[in-house]
Structure formats: C-alpha cells, structure tokens
C-alpha cells in the first residue's frame, strides 16, 4: 500500500458534489486506486475510486479542458 498526500490540492468533481483532492491510496494492481476528497458542500472527508473522480484543470495555469475532444 502506498499514500501520497498531495502538496498542492487538485480541484475534482466527484458523485457527491465539487471538492479539492488531498492523497490518493495505492493498493496495489487488484484495486483502483482511493482518492481522499474534503467536499466543498459540507467539508466533509470522503473516499473515492478513481474512476468516480473528474479533475478540473486550473485555468490560471492555462489549463483547460476541451469539451468537444470527448464528442469524437
């Protein structure tokens, strides 16, 4: 098993609402990997598999996602 916490947050969007991303859990090759999330709602702290996890990319970095890529 591997934890990683993040030193720079990542903005997600998960099932339960918008939050910021803080570690992710590696456990190894049988398992997606675990995302810890503090919701933006409620604050509350919430585990999530990775394929349950949009990341939003920071457009002050110039990061910006292209909608119609996806439509292809």
Partial sequence: ???????NPIDVQTPLGYG???AWIDYGTQVNT??????????MVRNFYD???LVHPNK???GEIDLNYFKK
């Fill in 34 to 43: 675990v995302w810890k999330v503090i919701l933006y709602d409620n604050c």
């Fill in 1 to 7: 098993m591997f934890i990683h916490e993040l030193k």
């Fill in 60 to 62: 002050m970095d110039g």
């Fill in 20 to 22: 910021k991303a803080i």
């Fill in 51 to 53: 394929d349950d996890i």
